[in-house]
């Protein structure tokens, strides 16, 4: 019997609906596995935050989440804005759409498989992204667990979010990637990476935690989860039928030995668009715009895996 206390944050919108299909199911094989839990279900996009941040105050042995990126995302940030994030656990039963994160922890896919780790847990503790930006003519700061990017991506998952999500997964990101090619114009940026400066014409620039990202491409095949750096990607000035010939690459993890793809380790990041309105992502999530500062948190979240 497992004297672990739970508190389990659940949204089942993640995976278009399928979380909420299969909370009965994981519910009862913790039941079965005898943790001791109470679970509350998100109500609408950003609500987890909230929940994460009363669970944390509440102490918890751990709070786990029950979705997708996009959830593990908004836990981590209301356990960091509790005050105490170091003091909790986080656990992880990934139902969503991407599942891009545990890819990199090594957490297993099968939510059966991944209920059982919170009988004897083990513990990591890894690093996290956090973005200073600009919303709504102010500035706001958000924390990622995986990545975070602007330029041709961000675009990607604000068509993906607003038009086309509740097709479902890998249809909704491919009709995402799909308008964004025949609209997107790469941008002039300045970037300013752990103090060295230039200005360039780029597709993307993403900055990774973990390897994967995109529902599956594996972005930053170099990225350690607890290095206390982000791996920097950039795409410069390509070509769209470059573009689309390369994406196959980028699941392959071949990418990097593209002549117009850079690859950074850094600890600070910042990013200003000399031209049009450049849209900014955090672990899928359409957050804001640039001007933008990224940096690492060295050794801040502690995981089950």
Known sequence: MSSKYANIIVNPA???????????????????????????ITEAPGHAIELAKIAAKKGYDMVI??????????????????????????GIVSTGTGSDYIRTTGISRNFEDACRCFLQPRQRTVDLGIVEYAKNGGRAERLFVNFAGMGFDAEIVRRTTQQFKKLGAFPSYLMGLLTTLLSYRNHKISLVVDGKVEERRVCTVIMNNGKYGGGGMFTAPQADLADGLLDVMIIGDVSKPDLLRSLPRIYKGTHLTHPKVAAKKAK?????????RLYLQADGELLGEVP????????ALNIII
């Open 14 to 40: 993640a995976g278009a609906g399928k979380t909420g299909r299969l909370w009965p199911r994981i519910m009862s094989i913790f039941k079965g596995h005898g943790l001791r839990f109470e679970h509350t």
């Open 292 to 299: 933008a500062r990224f940096r690492i948190l060295p050794a």
């Open 268 to 276: 600070e990041i910042e990013v200003k668009s000399l031209g049009e």
């Open 65 to 90: 989440s029950v979705g997708g990126d996009g959830t593990i995302h908004e836990v981590v940030n209301g356990l960091y804005a509790s005050g105490n994030i170091s003091d909790n656990l986080l």
